[in-house]
């Protein structure tokens, strides 16, 4: 496999490291994907050719830029990947989703995005911080929401940026280049897994060679023929996992169920973002959690192994791990967006966020605290069924049956 990383311990956040070592992966991905420690001796000269050169200068701009890893692919359809949409879609494994999967034919075409596409330069930027709130120990003395480490700040806004000043530099020599991340128009793992940044482990996400997988990801679509040097070659699924299936097993709801294949349908991740009521058969399980779900990466070995090697840096002022279940019960809609308004919200509604809370209370809080009955018996009379389907189930798990007038 080859592609382009960062040095593992010059990958905190935010932080535009001095030196980026431009590494190529020189040997297949080794177990727990533990990377070669040096360049081949036998890899093959650079090619000096005009495409090469301008191929090698948008890698080290990316690296500049704060990106943990970039790589090149060209821009075919993702044909094995519109497949497995396709599939999953009829097996009913996508829930309700949206996303790629509304319309795969589009989500699969780079040339829908930008037509006469050829090359993708895909970047990888890391959120692998300090993490408070993933510790068994409560945060505060008051019950508090856990907030994925994707989500707790603006990441996806830092990797536009960085693949902003790449589309930018396409642009300046007359190509065409847009950048797309997180938007449903590609399938961001399958273009990073194509540009040779990583292989799909069994929790089907990307893992990057001895960095992990808490990274998000995103593509410049150019009309511009790039190289990669060496060209990459996608890694088999689930190359670095070895004999590893800690994420299955761990998975809160069994929402893994082959290795690579999640089924939305019990993914709490999805669950906190779909619509409707929250399933009560999966509501034990969400534990804290308001939004997200990091286990299937907080067991990886390999994200483990990195920590390990190189500890996070500990998350910045404004950084959210946890929110106060009681104070965002309280607050009212317009607070509810200003706070969390980033979040994908369904419809954009703010009671999706109290669902989600009361569940999680229902699981963390305390009955027998006053503050939390208040909040409880306010909700329980709701005009909003439901809402008060959820704060009935909460006030139930929290041994508070006795707030709940019988329908
Ligand atoms: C829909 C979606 C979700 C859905 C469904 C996820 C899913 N696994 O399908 C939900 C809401 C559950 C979700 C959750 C999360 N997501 Co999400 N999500 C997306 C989105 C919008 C589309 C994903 C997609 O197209 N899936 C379609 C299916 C077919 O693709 P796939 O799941 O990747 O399947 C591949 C593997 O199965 C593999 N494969 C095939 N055969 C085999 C066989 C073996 C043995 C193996 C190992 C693999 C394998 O090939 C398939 C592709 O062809 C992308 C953004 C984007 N525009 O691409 C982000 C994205 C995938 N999500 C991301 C993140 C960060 C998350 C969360 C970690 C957030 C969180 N903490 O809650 C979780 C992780 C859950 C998980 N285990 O995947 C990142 C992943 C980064 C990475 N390093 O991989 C993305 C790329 C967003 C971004 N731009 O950074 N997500
Ligand atoms: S995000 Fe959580 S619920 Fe979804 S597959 Fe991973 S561990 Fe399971
Ligand atoms: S935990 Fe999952 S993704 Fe990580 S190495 Fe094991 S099988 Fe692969």
């Not at 599939?87 to 795969?104: A, C, D, I, V, W």
């Not at 070895?242 to 709801?253: E, V």
């Not at 906190?272 to 929250?278: D, M, R, V, W, Y």
């Not at 946890?322 to 607050?331: K, P, S």
């Amino acid at each position: 496999m080859h592609g382009r990383w960062a040095d593992p311990g010059s990958d905190g956040v935010g932080s535009r490291p001095e030196r980026h070592r431009v590494r190529a992966a020189c040997c297949a991905v080794q177990p727990w994907g533990v990377p070669c420690s040096a360049d081949s001796p036998t890899r093959p000269p650079a090619s000096t050719d005009a495409t090469a050169a301008l191929s090698r200068e948008l890698v080290r701009l990316g690296l500049g830029g704060g990106l943990s890893a970039v790589g090149i692919a060209t821009a075919e359809p993702f044909e094995d990947t519109r497949a497995d949409i396709v599939e999953r879609k009829r097996r009913g494994l996508h829930g309700s989703m949206q996303f790629t999967y509304r319309n795969p034919d589009r989500s699969t075409d780079p040339r829908r995005i930008l037509p006469g596409a050829r090359s993708l330069v895909v970047g990888a930027w890391s959120y692998r911080e300090g993490d408070p709130g993933d510790g068994e120990a409560p945060l505060s003395s008051r019950p508090s929401g856990r907030v994925a480490r994707y989500a707790r700040r603006d990441h996806y806004a830092s990797l536009r940026q960085a693949l902003g000043q790449v589309a930018d530099h396409l642009k300046g020599r007359g190509w065409r280049a847009t950048v797309v991340c997180d938007d449903n128009a590609l399938v961001d793992r399958a273009a990073a897994h194509r540009a040779g940044l990583g292989w799909f482990g069994k929790n089907s996400l990307v893992l990057l060679p001895g960095l992990g997988s808490w990274f998000v990801l995103g593509t410049v679509v150019t009309d511009a023929a790039l190289k990669g040097d060496p060209p990459p070659v996608p890694a088999p699924h689930g190359e670095g996992c070895g004999s590893c299936s800690r994420c299955m097993q761990a998975c809160p709801t069994g929402a893994l169920v082959a290795p690579g294949v999640l089924d939305a349908r019990r993914c709490l991740a999805w669950l906190l973002q779909a619509p409707g009521s929250f399933p009560e058969e999966h509501r034990e399980a969400l534990g804290a959690r308001i939004y997200g779900c990091d286990e299937c990466q907080t067991v990886c070995p390999v994200n483990r192994l990195v920590d390990r090697r190189h500890p996070p840096h500990p998350p910045p002022p404004g950084s959210e791990p946890a929110v106060d279940m009681l104070g965002l019960l309280r607050a009212s809609d317009e607070a509810l967006l200003a706070a969390h308004g980033r979040w994908y919200i369904p419809e954009r509604d703010p009671r999706y966020l109290r669902r989600n809370a009361l569940v999680a209370l229902g699981n963390v809080g305390d009955g027998g605290d006053p503050e939390t009955e208040q909040v409880l018996r306010h909700w329980l009379g709701a005009d909003d069924p439901l809402i008060v389907e959820h704060a009935r189930w909460a006030a139930r798990q929290l041994g508070r049956g006795d707030l709940v007038v019988p329908s």
